[in-house]
C-alpha cells in the first residue's frame, strides 16, 4: 500500500528518526490485525475505537457505575489528572469513566471518556470518585492512519469535512486495524480497514490527509500531533457525540485554526460556553514588574495587596446589592399582597352586609328548593337501592318453581338402560344373538313406553311454557338494571345476610323518613302560629318571644333531615352495600338459571319422548318392514331390463341395412322415457334409504342386521352417496378424452342436466377409501347446504364387470377458471366474487377436517362469472400424493414452500394456492400479503371475510355475530411487496397447465 511505501528505501529507514514513536518493527505486535468499533474521531486522520471483544466490559462497566456513581461523593481539591472518576454525561445522564485533561476554572473541569474518546466540559458536581475495581485501562485506544498527516493551511471548514468523512467511514463500524507503531502517549499508529476499503487512501482520495513527508529524522506526524487537551478544548465548540444515539451522529469536534502548518496550541486562556477566564496572580505580578526598574518590589507587593483588597470590596458590594434588590422585590410583593387581601377583606364584608338583608328569604327558597327535589325523589321508585326487586324476584323463584319431577327420574333410569340395550344391538354382528338381544331390547322398550306415556301426561299439566316466559322476562328486567353477573358458588347464606341488611336499611329510611316529615310538620305549625302574632285586626297582644325565637332550631331541624333523607335518595350506595346487592343478584341468576335449565331439559326430553311414542306405537314389539325398498328394487330392475332390451333393439335397427328412421326415433323416445323412470326410481330408493338410515340412527339398529341383502349399512357408510341400482351402460353416455387421459371420463345427462362420470379403479383395498373419501366430502358439503362452495357429487357407483367405481358430478363446460381466464379475463369485481366462493369451499372442507391438496386454475370453477365453487380431488389419492403433484399457474408453483421441503400438506399450504391464483386482481394485495407471508395464523374463515370480499358491490351487510375480525397488514415490509409485483407480472394469462380430473 501507498502508506508502506514511504519508508520503502532501506538508507532512507535507517536515516530517519522518529521523535516518540516506538518502533515495533521487532516487535511480536507488528502488523498484529485487531478488530475495532470507531467511537469517536478527533480529525481527519485520528480516531478512538472499542477492540469488538470488550463488548461486555462495557455493559459490565455500565452496569456497575449507575449503582455505584448516584451514591458516590463529588469530587474537591485538586483533581489527579492520572486518576479515573465517574462522570456524568449530558446528553443521556448516564455514567461513564473519565480523566480530568484541564481545570477550566474553579467549578469546571475538561474531561474525557476514556472508554470512547470524547470530551466534554462538566461541573465538579458531575464528577464523583469510583471504587479502586473500576481503576484499570480504557476500553478505547486512541488511533492514527498509518502515513497520513493533516495538510497544512487547511482551512477550518476542510478539516470539519474531513472528519466528517472520517467518521463515516469508521464510527460504530467493525473494521480492522493493522498495528504498525505506537506512540509514547499510547496512540497507535495503523492502517485501518473496512472489508475490501483502506480507509487510509479514501482519506487521502479526498484531499482531507496527506502523506507524511520526512523532514531531517523528525517524523512529521508526530511533529504536528497537538496538545489533546487544547485539541478537545477546541473541539467542544461542535456538539459532542452522544454514544446513547450514535447512529444518527453527524457531527464531530474540529480545531479552531493553523499556524504554519502546525495546528495553533496556544488556546490556554480560551473561553468555552461563556466561562470566564481567571488570569493566575503570579502572572501579573510578573507582569507589573517587567513594567519598569524603579519600581521596588515592596511597592509593586503593596500594589498588588490593594488591587486585591479592591477586588474583594467589589464582590462584596456586588453582593449587598443583589440582597437589597431581592429584599426591595420582597417587599413589593408583599405589599402587593396585602393588597390583595384587604381588596377580598372589603369584598367578603360587603357581601356579608347584603347576604344578612336576605338571610331569611335565601334560608328558606333553599330549604324549598330541598324540599321540592325531595317531593320528585319519593315519586321515583328508590327500591333498587334495597334490593326491593331482588326480593321479589326471590319470592317469585320461591313459589311456582320447577326443580323436580318424579317421572323424569324413572324415565331416564328406563332410558338410559333402553340405550344399552341398543348399543349392544348395534355392535353385535351375529343374527342368532342379534335376535336374543332384540327380544331383550323389546322388553326395555315396554317398559320405556309405559314411562313416556306418563311422563307426558305429567308434563301436558304443567305450565312450562309460562313459567320459562316469566322467567325470562325476570332475568331480562334485572340484567338491564345490574349487567353482568359475576361468577359464583351458589349459598343459601348470601340470600339470608341480604334480608337481613334490607331490613336493616329499611327500618334506617323509614326512621328517617319519619323524622323529616315530622320537622316539616312543626315548621308548617309554627307559619300558622305565628299568623295571630303579626294581625293587626286582633284587639289582644299576642306578642311572644318564646313563640317567634324557635324558628331558628325548627329550620335547623328541617334542614338537617330533608338534608339527610337527600343524601341517603342521592348518593351512591357504597363498597358493602353494592357487594351484598350484587351477590344477592348473581345468587338469584343462578336459580333462575338453573330453573330454565330444567326445564329446558323437561320439553326437551318430552319432545324425544313424543318422537319415541309416535315412531314405536305401530312397531311395538317388532321391527319395521322393509317391504316398500324391495319393490322398489323389484321395479327398478324390471326397468332396467326393459331399457337394457330397447337399447339393443335400437342397436340392432341402426346395424340393419333397411333400417327405419321413424322406427328409431321412437325407440329413442321411449329409452329417454326409461332412463327417466330408472332414475325416478333410484331417487325414490334413495328416499326410502334415508328413512331407514333415520330408524337405525334412532330406533331400530337391527335393520342393517335383519336385511343385510338391501345394502343398508353401505348407504350409511358411503353418506347416503352410494348407490347399487346405477350402472354405466343404462346411460347415454360420451367420451371426453380432450379433459384427461389418466382415467376414463365421460358426459352424460341426467333429467336434463349435464353430468360427468370420472372412473376410478379400485381393488378390494381401495374400495373402502375411495368411498370413505367421498363420503367425508358428500357429507362436508351436505351440513354446508346451498353455502358449501364445493362441487356437489351425485352419486357414486361400483362396476359390476370392471373393478372400477364411478363418481357422476355435475359438468359445466367451459367453465373452469383456465378456460374463463383464457377466453374472456374476469373483471376485478367478477374475480372477488368467484374467489370468494372458492374461499367458501376450502372453508367448508377445513371445517370439516380435509385437506384438498390439489386446487389449482382447472380445479376451480366460474359458474355464471360470479359463483365460484371447488371442484372435487382425486379419491383415490392421499393427501400428500395428491399434493406432490407438480402444480404450475402462469410459471408460478401452487407447491407451498413447507411441501417443498417434503412437511405434509395442511390447510396452509391450500391457502398458498389460493393465494397464488388470485394474483391477477391488484385489490387483494393486503389478502394476498397475509396469504404467502402470514399463512400460519390464517383461515380459510378469516380470508371469506377479507376486506375485499365484504366491500363487494350488491353485497348485503354482515352479521355481526358471525364477523371474524380479520387482522389487516397496514404497513407491509417494502421487499415483500416488490416479490408481490413480480409475481404479479408472470401472471397474465392463466393457461390450462394441469388435468382436470388431477
Known amino acids: 500500500m501507498w502508506g508502506q511505501r514511504l519508508f520503502a528505501g532501506p538508507a532512507e529507514a535507517e536515516s530517519v528518526s522518529f521523535s516518540g514513536l516506538v518502533q515495533m518493527d521487532e516487535d511480536t505486535h507488528y502488523n498484529k490485525v485487531e478488530d475495532v468499533v470507531g467511537s469517536h474521531v478527533e480529525d481527519a486522520v485520528t480516531f478512538w475505537a472499542q477492540n469488538v471483544s470488550r463488548n461486555k466490559d462495557i455493559m459490565k462497566i455500565g452496569c456497575s457505575l449507575s449503582e455505584v456513581c448516584p451514591h458516590a461523593n463529588s469530587v474537591f481539591g485538586n483533581l489527579d489528572p492520572k486518576k479515573i472518576y465517574g462522570g456524568l454525561f449530558s446528553e443521556d445522564k448516564c455514567w461513564y469513566r473519565c480523566k480530568v485533561l484541564k481545570t477550566i476554572s474553579d467549578d ?20 464523583v470518585e469510583i471504587p479502586p475495581e473500576l481503576q484499570f485501562s480504557s476500553i478505547a485506544k486512541k488511533y492514527r492512519l498509518w502515513g497520513l498527516q493533516i495538510p497544512s493551511g487547511q482551512e477550518v471548514t476542510q478539516f470539519d469535512q474531513g472528519r466528517t468523512f472520517l467518521g463515516s467511514l469508521i464510527f460504530e463500524k467493525e473494521i480492522k486495524m493493522r498495528i504498525k507503531a505506537t506512540y509514547q502517549d499510547g496512540t497507535v499508529i495503523a492502517q485501518a480497514e473496512y472489508g475490501t476499503v483502506d480507509i487510509g487512501e479514501e482519506v487521502a482520495k479526498k484531499g482531507f490527509a496527506e502523506k507524511c513527508r520526512l523532514i531531517s529524522g523528525i517524523d512529521v506526524c508526530e511533529a504536528k500531533k497537538p496538545d489533546p487537551s487544547q485539541l478537545a478544548l477546541r473541539s467542544l465548540k461542535n456538539p459532542i457525540p452522544l454514544w446513547g444515539r450514535r447512529s444518527n451522529q453527524s457531527t464531530f469536534s474540529r480545531p479552531k485554526g493553523h499556524f504554519n502548518g502546525r495546528l495553533t496550541l496556544d488556546v490556554k486562556y480560551e473561553t468555552n ?58 417587599v413589593e410583593q408583599t405589599s402587593q399582597e396585602l393588597q390583595q387581601e384587604k381588596t377580598a377583606t372589603m369584598d367578603l364584608t360587603k357581601h356579608l352586609e347584603s347576604t344578612l338583608k336576605t338571610c331569611v328569604g335565601t334560608r328558606l327558597k333553599n330549604l324549598a328548593a330541598k324540599v321540592e327535589l325531595l317531593k320528585e325523589i319519593r315519586h321515583i321508585n328508590i327500591s333498587i337501592r334495597f334490593g326491593n326487586d331482588l326480593s321479589d324476584a326471590i319470592q317469585v323463584l320461591d313459589e311456582g318453581s320447577f326443580t323436580t319431577l318424579e317421572s323424569l327420574n324413572e324415565l331416564e333410569k328406563i332410558w338410559a338402560e333402553y340405550n344399552v340395550a341398543q348399543e349392544k344391538i348395534q355392535t353385535c354382528h351375529n343374527e342368532n344373538e342379534g335376535s336374543i338381544l332384540i327380544a331383550r331390547r323389546n322388553e326395555v322398550q315396554q317398559k320405556l313406553f309405559v314411562a313416556v306415556d306418563v311422563f307426558i301426561l305429567e308434563v301436558d299439566e304443567l305450565p312450562l311454557e309460562k313459567r320459562l316466559k316469566t322467567l325470562q322476562d325476570l332475568s331480562t328486567s334485572l340484567e338491564a338494571v345490574y349487567g353482568k353477573a359475576k361468577e359464583g358458588t351458589n349459598s343459601e347464606e348470601i340470600l339470608r345476610k341480604f334480608c337481613d341488611w334490607q331490613c336493616s336499611k329499611r327500618e334506617e329510611f323509614t326512621s328517617i323518613r319519619s323524622e323529616t316529615e315530622a320537622s316539616l310538620q312543626r315548621l308548617v305549625a309554627w307559619f ?153 326410481e333410484i331417487y325414490h330408493e334413495r328416499e326410502e334409504y334415508e328413512k331407514l338410515n333415520s330408524l337405525t340412527q334412532k330406533w331400530f339398529p337391527e335393520l342393517p342386521l335383519l336385511y343385510p341383502e338391501i345394502g343398508l349399512l353401505k348407504y350409511m ?163 400428500s400424493q395428491r399434493a406432490s403433484v407438480n402444480m404450475m ?110
Open 108 to 127: 469546571k473541569c475538561l474531561v474525557r471518556y476514556i472508554d470512547y474518546g470524547n470530551t466534554e466540559i462538566l461541573n465538579r458536581s458531575d464528577i
Open 273 to 330: 460556553a461563556g466561562n470566564h477566564v481567571t488570569f493566575p496572580k503570579e502572572s501579573l505580578a510578573a507582569g507589573d514588574f517587567n513594567l519598569g526598574s524603579n519600581v521596588s518590589l515592596a511597592k509593586i507587593k503593596q500594589d498588588q495587596k490593594l488591587i486585591e483588597e479592591n477586588e474583594k470590596l467589589k464582590t462584596e458590594k456586588e453582593v449587598l446589592l443583589e440582597n437589597y434588590k431581592a429584599l426591595e422585590l420582597k
Open 528 to 680: 300558622q302560629s305565628s299568623q295571630k302574632v303579626f294581625d293587626l285586626s286582633l284587639g289582644e297582644s299576642l306578642t311572644s318571644e318564646d313563640m317567634i325565637g324557635n324558628i331558628d332550631e325548627i329550620l335547623e331541624k328541617t334542614e338537617s333531615c330533608v338534608c339527610k333523607e337527600l343524601e341517603i335518595s342521592l348518593i351512591e350506595q357504597d363498597v358493602v352495600d353494592k357487594e351484598i346487592i350484587l351477590n344477592t343478584y348473581s345468587q338469584v341468576l343462578q336459580k333462575i338459571y338453573f330453573e330454565e335449565k330444567f326445564i329446558a331439559t323437561l320439553l326437551s326430553k318430552y319432545k324425544d319422548s313424543v318422537e319415541f311414542k309416535n315412531q314405536i306405537i305401530d312397531c311395538l314389539n317388532k321391527s319395521p318392514s322393509v317391504d316398500y325398498l324391495l319393490s322398489i328394487k323389484k321395479t327398478l330392475k324390471g326397468l332396467k331390463a326393459q331399457l337394457r332390451w330397447k337399447l339393443v333393439e335400437k342397436s340392432n335397427l341402426e346395424e340393419s341395412d333397411d333400417h327405419d328412421g321413424t322406427e328409431i326415433e321412437k325407440i329413442k323416445q321411449e329409452i329417454t322415457q326409461l332412463r327417466n323412470r330408472v332414475f325416478q
Open 717 to 879: 357408510n358411503s353418506g347416503g352417496l352410494l348407490t347399487m341400482s346405477l350402472e354405466r351402460d343404462l346411460l347415454d353416455t360420451e367420451p371426453m378424452k380432450e379433459l384427461s387421459s389418466k382415467r376414463p371420463l365421460v358426459c352424460s345427462e341426467v333429467d336434463g342436466q349435464p353430468v360427468l362420470l370420472k372412473g376410478y379403479s379400485v381393488d378390494v383395498d381401495t374400495e373402502g377409501m375411495v368411498i370413505q373419501r367421498a363420503a367425508s366430502y358428500h357429507r362436508a358439503c351436505g351440513d354446508a347446504k346451498e353455502e358449501s362452495g364445493l362441487l356437489p357429487l351425485i352419486f357414486l357407483f361400483l362396476c359390476k364387470s370392471d373393478p372400477v367405481a364411478y363418481l357422476m358430478v355435475p359438468y359445466y363446460p367451459k367453465a373452469n377458471l383456465s378456460a374463463v381466464q383464457a377466453s374472456m379475463p374476469l373483471t376485478s369485481d367478477e374475480a372477488l366474487k368467484v374467489m370468494k366462493g372458492v374461499a367458501r369451499g376450502l372453508h367448508t372442507l377445513h371445517s370439516a377436517n380435509i385437506i384438498h391438496g390439489s386446487l389449482h386454475q382447472n380445479n376451480v370453477f366460474a359458474l355464471n362469472r360470479e359463483q365460484g365453487i371447488v371442484g372435487d380431488f382425486d379419491f383415490t389419492k392421499s393427501e
Open 889 to 998: 399457474v402462469g410459471g408460478l408453483s401452487l407447491v407451498s414452500p413447507e411441501l417443498k421441503i417434503g412437511k405434509p400438506p395442511s390447510a396452509s399450504s391450500d391457502l398458498y394456492a389460493y393465494g397464488c391464483l388470485l394474483l391477477w386482481d391488484d385489490n387483494v394485495k393486503s389478502l394476498l400479503c397475509s396469504l404467502i407471508y402470514f399463512r400460519s395464523s390464517m383461515t380459510a374463515e378469516q380470508v371469506l371475510n377479507a376486506d375485499c370480499f365484504l366491500l363487494l358491490k350488491g353485497k348485503s351487510i354482515p352479521n355481526p355475530e358471525k364477523e371474524i375480525e380479520y387482522a389487516q397488514h397496514n404497513k407491509e415490509d417494502e421487499s415483500k411487496m416488490e416479490s408481490l409485483d413480480r409475481y404479479k407480472e408472470r401472471q397474465e394469462v392463466v393457461k390450462p397447465n394441469l388435468d382436470l380430473t388431477n
